[in-house]
């Protein structure tokens, strides 16, 4: 009983794209902290973040599964046999409900906006990524994502324009780049979403061209403009940003692989999340 129930957690965290969900979890932390949240607040808001993720990693694999089995996805554990699409289903929905609980013990604004996001992520799963909308909630919700944090605070407010841009551009380079390793797979089993119609090359392109306009956005946003009350450390990391969009774009035109453009474009998504942490105390205004 005991080795059946582990092996079950096992195959739902497996199933719950536990990398994407730590990072976007990590951020959420980084990004509570850097705004001056509360401790009991921001433990609140991660915990929620967290389960919110796993009901949007979980329900992909769920709603995937059978197309998993069609290309040999031996890496997913539904794909497998090893946990049920019953139990996914289950974990999913438990998982959701649980985000938007701990969202409400911080205050209405957090529970609407973090409901916004997840409904967001999950139709995504339901649909979207299959039609060239797929790249809408990668941007709304990545461009809410700071407000969570904002939301979280003694004195509860949206996120400045300029972190909305900054998320959204992480969001749409993220999606961009995410499925340039499953382009092929994805086609055999129906799913074109964006980036599949408008083929590897161009979408690593714009993408790389996303990571420069949030990175410029995340440097001159907290200085309101002006260049000469940037500091030193945003100007360094604007110049990683710049520089991993070039050698992006570089590579498109050496016909590289997809893994390798995908992990470029990660690298660079990475900074600009550290550049959004780094002027958290600056995010609403």
Not at 176 to 187: E, I, S
């Amino acid at each position: 009983m005991i080795g059946a129930a582990a092996r079950t957690v096992s195959g739902l965290w497996r199933s719950s794209h536990p990398g994407p969900t730590l990072v976007v979890t990590a951020l959420a932390a980084g990004l509570a902290l850097a705004s001056g949240v509360s401790p009991v607040s921001a433990v609140l808001m991660v915990v929620s973040v967290f389960a919110g993720q796993l009901s949007v990693g979980i329900s992909n694999d769920a709603l995937d599964a059978g197309r998993d089995r069609t290309v040999g996805r031996r890496d997913k554990p539904l794909a497998r046999g090893e946990i049920t699409v019953r139990a996914a289903w289950f974990a999913a929905a438990g998982s959701f409900a649980a985000a938007l609980a701990f969202s409400a013990l911080v205050g209405l604004g957090l529970l609407v906006a973090h409901a916004a996001f997840l409904c967001s992520a999950w139709s995504y799963n339901l649909g979207l990524k299959a039609t060239r909308f797929s790249i809408l909630p990668y941007i709304f919700s990545f461009g809410l994502f700071p407000s969570l944090a904002t939301l979280s605070s003694a004195e509860p407010q949206l996120a400045a324009p300029w972190a909305w841009l900054t998320g959204a551009a992480l969001g749409a380079a993220l999606h961009l780049t995410n499925v340039l390793p499953d382009l092929d797979d994805d086609a055999r089993t129906g799913i074109r979403g964006l980036p599949h119609r408008m083929g590897g090359r161009r979408s690593a392109r714009i993408a790389a061209a996303t990571v420069f306009l949030g990175g410029l956005s995340a440097t001159l946003g907290p200085a309101h403009g002006r260049p000469d009350e940037v500091p030193a450390l945003a100007w360094l990391l604007f110049g990683v940003v710049v520089l991993v969009a070039v050698a992006t774009v570089r590579l498109v035109h050496t016909g590289h692989s997809g893994r390798v453009l995908f992990r470029l474009v990660m690298c660079a998504a990475l900074v600009l999340a550290v550049q959004l942490v780094a002027s958290g105390g600056s995010l609403t205004g």
